[in-house]
């Protein structure tokens, strides 16, 4: 039999209607000898009738469903905004010249076995930024994308379709020098890697934007001629500035351009700036200079 403490910890839930068949038949028995337990539970009747008028007094407000179910139908607006951005770049793998991802490879696997040939870290320095920035200029416009007048009769902005294939490519180009530039562990000492891949991510992200805003004012062709010429400038030997031009000024001016490239946090932060300009002028047609845009 239980103890009687058992039945005073249980008169609350009996009092309540909560206690099961076997139980309640236990505490009916139990409460025919017990006058404590009587007295008892006339107070916890009292308190069980209190909470239920109590309850039974307050109303929901109407509008509480229509918003439960609002709530359960509309997901975080930070998922919300994953989601969408997931599915906008997903898409643009589909629009993306289907060339640019072979070619791209092609080329630089040709450069990682002339390096390796030719036992010369630099070809991948030279190689990298140059294939960047011809992708990201064959990126956007009419004559790169079939689907061009489908896009803009979107709701989706021209910037978000630009920054999401700019994502995509940037990211492809930056595995492929990453990929290269491991290639040249087969002649270069491990601890040289980092040096290495450091000498052409600044170059890389500064001619992938500058070809990119290019491209958007005034087409591809412009945008890789421009870009190209200013990363080969730089080979620009002193011996024929001085021949040209034989005021010192030049041959400083070379030098001081030299460095430049060898500037990541500069080259960087100066990629960001351009890239922000490319986005901002995707939604601008007044600034689209290119005759075929």
Known sequence: MKAHTEFEELLPFYAAGGCNAQQKREMEAHLNDCPECQTELVMWKA?????????????????IPARVIK????????????????????????IVQSELWPISALVMLIGVLVAVIARKDMVIYLLSPMMAASTLAMLYGPDHDPANEL??????????ILLARMSIMSTYNLLLGLVASLGLLLFVKPEMLGTIILGWVGPLAFLSSLALLLSVWWGTGIAIAATYGLWLAQYISFKTISIWMPSPIWSSFLSAYKDFWHEPLLLVGLSILFAFIALWSANQPVLRLSSNQ
């Open 47 to 63: 308190v069980s009738s209190e909470i239920t008028a109590s309850s039974q007094a307050i109303t929901a407000p109407p509008e």
């Open 71 to 94: 709530r359960i139908h509309t997901p975080n607006p930070l998922t919300a905004a994953v989601r969408q951005s997931w599915q906008l770049i997903r898409a643009q793998f589909y």
């Open 151 to 160: 896009a803009r009769s979107t709701a989706t902005s021209p910037w978000k």
